[in-house]
């Protein structure tokens, strides 16, 4: 979060494209247009855009936006306004924290109670870093459990590579991925971001990342982004890295030099932080001018042993107080106060309910929504919900309440970020709290979001072609959550507007298509599974949907299913539905049933990690070498997915471990990708081919290199792979490894025999390749061991018009020390080296 210049604006011209970067659609290097009309253009680069339409546009923040939607900098802000002015000096004087800043511990793991403080903590110590006016970045994470849906390993390391670009050049990597991926309407790969923000790490002397909540993140994803992480920081000594967590949850074992530090809330801090509670009460600050003994009252019953080092328990109390009349009353609350943190969220809830009727009303429909929605509700949003009541068939906006209301009635249990807009609860524990009472106080939680939402979708014009953003509730974006929330006790109670539901989902969703366009995310089963049948039934729809109540009314009755293709059991097989599959088996599913981007429900369940759903499928007689799909076979989609224990299963079953075909060509292609290093191992013993030749990739060994997985590198050059094998997309594995910047890897495979000068591939030459990603080490290695400097071949030509087209004067002058001939005439540029970096 360094303080950099803002970036430069964009400019969109008509005419022919020239050379460049950056290129919808077109190949690795960024040639130019291709004259079919006007062009995007990002310093020299240019983009090509359909239509002739005149922009005026940032295309530097379209990339951003596109790789990185998640923006942590105003959380960051509205958490450093949370802080109390004079709290949590201590931990910047901590030596631990002075060791970890300026020492050789290169991880501190913060572990404290909940409501201790870490996340305001961790807002502190981003502000003290990002104020050193030295060259370092500073980037965070802050997790959310109501957020994991979007908070993917590859989209949080995204957003730690927005932050370190803050005014900088987003670089040739990111424009090259924008290039490769946008315009399919595909995503970039957990390597791939990786690979951005390796280089972003670069350009920092020293790079602090700090992570909030750990705790709150799911185990498995968890373990992803430590790994990834912990791989950033040994690929760069600069890296140092700062997690929160509650006690229970250990260090990550592959960490390096981690030194462990407890967070408790200081005396002092809380007695700050409660002497600035009392000023903002009405009530409690009047009380306290009229006594001023009692502010040290507060104190003493407050500031101490009572609230356990707990700020979250301290604003509890407080809150609780601020709501006496009579000093007589305050002091009384005082003597009674709860002893825990559950003990405070109970005098809570008795609170929201000793008020009048219509308060109370609101408050718990109010926690229904927040504490149950799939993710953070905005204020508008919540504002809806609470507005829909069943039978209606249109928005009454006079129905709306004022979201101050709101808050006053829910007790402090709820609150509102003002920078993003986002209601939540006060803690994650509140969160906890009222999950361990819901099935008392909101027994039927599910059944209320469930009825409104398909009442605010049966609304009169629901859905239309003539649907316009303007005239929509805020709710209808979060509808797509509507089945999620359907899935179990309100199937029954409300199973004839669900039926009628699903005759229309997805007339609804293409009507939300047209209106939210890119901007709205489909995170919710079936609306985000990739290839769904053209008109998808009502049965299709609840498999999807986990909807097993439902799906067994909609098979009652009805005839055997099997027939060549049974979609329901391939996309429930996806999302690992194990009931749904189980039910659509027992009528008669076909288990082969042949799909599209998965070939079959054994290919689904393999990519999803499903093993029980496996186990079903293979009980039933499921064909463990069922060809088809985007993976070829099960064992592929399982290898890309790094489930090591269904790899293992599929073996034992019989599995070809030599099935060719699909993206990767082979499992130990997708495997080395993916940087599955025990999968690798277990494929080699079973006798997998170390130098098939298929895929992207060309070979195993061309993947791995690529993606910089320097173990599994060494395991397959132990198992006698091909150096020089050539094919692929880059021709060879030492032009991959320049391409991508991986010295070790360069050093590596020219030990091992690779050819210097190897002609072929997407670059002509490793040269060529190294040149045009501004390799300089690379070059330098390269050219040491006798890299022609006037190769030709590939998109540029030469070594020399790659970097010149590119902007890497150091390589140039490299280049031309070593007789680089500057008038060359080749590649798609077809001219000199002058024609190149116009």
């Known amino acids: 979060m360094a303080h950099q210049p803002e970036p430069p604006i964009v400019k969109v011209k008509g005419g022919k494209g020239g050379s460049g970067g950056l290129g919808i659609g077109q190949g690795q290097g960024g040639r130019g247009g291709d004259g079919l009309g006007p062009t995007l253009e990002i310093g020299t680069a240019t983009v090509h855009i359909q239509g ?26 509205e958490i450093s306004r949370m802080r109390q002015p004079g709290t949590g000096n201590w931990l910047l004087e901590n030596p631990h924290f002075e060791e970890w800043k300026s020492g050789s511990t290169r991880t501190l793991w913060c572990y404290g109670i909940p409501g201790a403080g870490k996340t305001v903590l961790m807002s502190m110590v981003v502000d003290h870093l990002s104020a050193d006016d030295r060259n370092i970045g500073v980037a965070c994470i802050y997790l959310n459990h109501k957020e994991v849906d979007s908070q993917t390993p590859p989209k949080l390391l995204a957003a730690l590579w927005r932050q370190l670009v803050l005014g900088k050049d987003i670089g040739s990597d990111a424009k090259d991925l924008y290039k490769q991926h946008s315009e399919k309407g595909t995503s970039p790969s957990s390597q791939e971001i990786a690979g951005i923000l390796t280089s972003s790490l670069k350009e920092f002397s020293q790079v602090f990342i700090v992570i909030d909540a750990i705790d709150e993140y799911p185990e498995d994803q968890r373990f992803i982004l430590l790994k990834h992480l912990t791989e950033q920081m040994g690929l760069s000594l600069s890296v140092k890295l700062m997690v929160t967590s509650r006690p229970h949850i250990p260090a990550g074992p592959t960490l390096p030099n981690v030194q462990t530090l407890e967070i408790g809330a200081m005396a002092e801090d809380i007695k700050k932080f409660v002497d600035a509670q009392i000023d903002k009460s009405p009530r409690l600050s009047q009380h306290v001018q009229n006594k001023p003994s009692l502010r040290e009252d507060i104190h003493s019953k407050i500031s101490g042993k009572s609230v356990d080092g707990m700020f979250l328990l301290a604003k509890l109390h407080i809150d609780s107080l601020s709501l006496k009349n009579t000093i007589s009353k305050v002091r009384e609350a005082l003597n009674a106060l709860p002893k825990g943190l559950y003990d405070s969220y109970e005098i809570v809830i008795q609170r929201i309910e000793a008020q009048s009727e219509e308060d109370r009303k609101t408050a718990r429909s109010t926690i229904t929504w927040v504490a149950n929605a799939k993710r953070p509700l905005k204020i508008e949003e919540l504002q809806v919900a609470l507005a829909v009541e069943p039978g209606m068939r249109q928005l009454n906006e006079e129905n709306l309440m004022n979201i101050d209301i709101i808050l006053s009635v829910c007790a402090g249990l709820v609150i509102v970020d003002k920078e993003s807009s986002v209601v939540r609860l006060i803690h994650f524990t509140t969160q906890e709290y009222l999950d361990s009472i819901q099935a008392v106080l909101f027994p039927d939680a599910q059944r209320e979001i469930t009825e409104s939402l398909l009442t605010l979708l049966s609304f009169d014009g629901y ?51 047209r209106v939210w366009g890119q901007g709205c995310q489909w995170n919710s089963p079936p609306w985000n599974y990739g290839h769904r049948p053209s008109q998808p039934s009502a049965l299709w729809i609840a498999a999807a949907a986990n909807l097993v109540e439902t799906t067994k009314f ?62 079903i499928l293979l009980e039933k007689g499921a064909d463990v070498n069922g060809a088809g799909g985007m993976f070829r076979s099960p064992l592929q ?41 025990e999968i690798v191992a277990i494929l080699l013993e079973k006798g997998a081919d170390v130098n098939a030749a298929r895929g992207a990739y060309g070979s195993p060994l061309q993947a791995a290199v690529a993606r910089g997985h320097t173990e599994i590198v060494n395991i397959l050059l132990e198992k ?112 000199s080296v002058q024609a190149a970096a116009a």
Not at 487 to 510: C, N, S, T
Not at 791 to 801: H, I, W
């Open 52 to 77: 002739g339409a005149e922009i005026n546009i940032r295309d530097r923040d379209i990339i951003i936006s596109w790789l990185s939607p998640i923006n942590f900098f105003p959380r960051q802000q």
């Open 463 to 513: 859905p239309d072609s003539s649907w316009e953003l303007e005239n929509l509730p805020p709710l209808v974006e979060y509808s797509q959550y509507c089945l999620a929330h359907a899935a179990g006790q309100p199937e029954v109670q409300h199973r004839e507007i669900i039926l009628r539901f699903l005759g229309r989902a997805f007339q609804w969703k293409r009507a939300m298509n």
């Open 554 to 615: 909609l098979l009652e009755g009805a005839p055997f299913l099997q027939h060549s293709k049974n979609p329901e059991i391939i996309v429930a097989s996806y999302y690992g539905h194990t009931k749904i599959v189980s039910i659509l088996l027992e009528k008669g599913a076909n288990v082969n049933a042949a799909g599209e981007e998965y070939g079959s429900a054994m290919q689904a369940a393999t990519a999803g990690g499903h093993t029980e759903i496996i186990g």
């Open 637 to 677: 989609a399982a290898a890309a997915g790094g489930h090591t224990e269904i790899v293992t299963i599929l073996l034992e079953k019989g599995a070809d471990v030599n099935a060719a075909g699909g993206n990767f060509g082979s499992p130990l292609q997708v495997a080395a990708d993916g940087g599955h290093t």
């Open 720 to 831: 006698y792979a091909n150096v020089n094998a050539a094919r692929g997309e880059y021709g060879s594995p030492l032009q991959a490894a320049a391409a991508g910047g991986h010295t070790e890897l360069v050093s590596i495979l020219l030990e091992k025999g690779a050819n210097v000068n190897a002609a072929r591939g997407e670059y002509g030459s490793p040269l060529q390749a190294a040149a045009a990603g501004g390799h300089t080490e690379i070059v330098g290695i390269l050219l040491e061991k006798g890299a022609d400097v006037n190769a030709v071949g590939g998109g540029y030509g030469s070594p020399l018009q790659a970097t010149a087209a590119e902007s890497h004067p150091e390589i140039v002058s490299i280049l031309l020390e070593r007789g680089a001939n500057i008038n060359a005439v080749a590649g798609e540029y077809g001219g």
